[in-house]
């Protein structure tokens, strides 16, 4: 029998409190390179600082956290966390993260805004850097639209820029932090579609945290539910929101879609 791979995304007791709030109680999580995630729960429940934490964003105060065998955090005596930067560099390179406000340069184009990282973080040459670029917008359907700066832009079409800027480092992981939650409600349906389709390809790991549930439904392998900043619950879409879920978790679905 083959042996079977070690997860891509290992977390033990991860903790992480800001101020006198704990946000992240004791997360334990595997998952295995390839599969898509929807994490889901109500506002405050650690949601986004799961995705911090995996992005190497913020430390953990306590707990283990490996992407890909690697762990850029060791704990000191007393329990502070200190990073190894060179793992903390070689780790942050394997994950890829797109917010909810698109964040994209002004001043740059669509074509510039996805060639920066690959020439500042990889260290491509402008011409390499280049046709990634386009290769990734015209994956992402904006091929048209390389020459176009942010602010002639919609939501939607921006946000798909920040796709393919993050898919232009090309990582093993991604992280999606509520992507259609500033969008038009028109603009929406591009985005997920996006989505859809780059889970249906499984050749990177997602984490998508969202508040579409018939998205999380259809298009994950496997859903989160989130709640006081532990997993309450972690199953397949059918087990979560048809077959005996928890009375919770079946509240929080049914607040959110109005059924």
Known sequence: MPETPPPIIRLRGLRKSYGNVQVLRGVDLDVPHGQTVSVIGPSGSGKSTLLR????LDAPDAGELEIDGESPWTA???GRMRADNARLRRVRGKVGMVFQHFNLFPHMNALQNVMEAPVSV???KAGEARERALD???QVGLAD???AMPAQ?????????AIARALALQPRIMLFDEVTSAL???LVGGVLALLRGLAQRRTITMLIVTHHMRFAERCADRVLFF???????DGPPAELFHDGVHERTRRFVEAVTGD
């Open 136 to 138: 990734y917008l015209d």
């Open 184 to 186: 038009d409600p028109e």
């Open 76 to 78: 000191e005596p007393g």
């Open 227 to 233: 709640e006081n900043g532990v997993i309450a619950e």
């Open 122 to 124: 990889l260290g491509l």
């Open 53 to 56: 934490l995996l992005m190497l």
């Open 153 to 161: 832009l919609s939501g939607g079409q921006k946000q798909r820029v």
């Open 145 to 147: 639209k390389a020459e």
